[in-house]
Each structure stands twice: as C-alpha cells, then as structure tokens.
C-alpha cells in the first residue's frame, strides 16, 4: 500500500526557518512523481514544489523559489522541504503527494494527477 506521511509542522516566527518530512512508503522509491503542496483557509491548494524523486529539475513555485528547497534520502524514502526566511504568508496546511511516473513529466504534473495525498502537517509563521 502506497502511503506518504507529513511531519514537522510548527508555529514559527516570521523570519524563521523550519523542515518538514515526508515518510514515503509502498512504492519505489527513485521511480515516482512527488510534491509539496499547500493549502490556507479559503485558499486553493497551491503547488509549492514537484519534482522526480529520481533526480532531475525541482519545479518551484514562484512565491517559494530562493526560500525553499527539497532534499531526499532515498534509503530512508524520507523528502525533506527546508523553508528559510519564512513569512506570514506561508501559513498553511502542507502536503505530500505522490504519483506513478508513467512516463509524464514530474514537474509539469497538476495537483489533480496526483494519486497519494498525506494528512497534512500545519505551519504558522506569526508572531
């Protein structure tokens, strides 16, 4: 069974920096489509990062890129998101999402093409 599992959320002043993980099981690991997403209240979800856990170019989204950065550990099949210089505006509920890579492109992927979604973990930036 395919699972991805968040952790790490935390309320953070703005300025801050936090990592969270995600614990990716069920699936190999080097041969799938994952990403970040994130939701606030009365927001739609957004994509934060899409990338190939084989390797390859990290799509970032524009309000992230410069802050935010993915790292793996494929022998754990743990995918980190570090947040650096965190701000208000990053509060929202964060998700991990998984995918067969069937041949796509990874980074081009839609949140709807997205197979396995985690529970989420939150993130407040306030003071």
């Known amino acids: 069974e395919v699972q991805v599992v968040e952790s790490g959320g935390d309320l953070v002043q703005p300025g801050g920096s936090l990592r969270i993980s995600c614990a990716a099981s069920?699936?190999?690991?080097?041969?799938?489509?994952m990403g970040w997403f994130r939701q606030a209240p009365g927001k739609e979800r957004e994509g934060v990062v899409k990338?190939?856990?084989?390797?390859?170019?990290?799509n970032y989204a524009d309000s992230v890129k410069g802050r935010f950065t993915i790292s793996r550990d494929k022998d754990k099949k743990m995918v980190y998101l570090q947040m650096n210089s965190l701000k208000p505006a990053d509060t929202a509920m964060y998700y991990c999402?998984?995918?067969?890579?069937?041949?796509?492109?990874?980074?081009?992927?839609?949140?709807?093409?997205?197979?396995?979604w985690g529970p989420g973990t939150q993130v407040t930036v306030s003071s």
């Open positions: 990338f190939f856990t084989g390797g390859g170019i990290e």
């Open positions: 069920g699936f190999h690991f080097s041969s799938y489509c």
């Open positions: 999402a998984a995918a067969p890579l069937n041949g796509r492109l990874c980074r081009l992927l839609e949140s709807m093409e997205y197979t396995y």
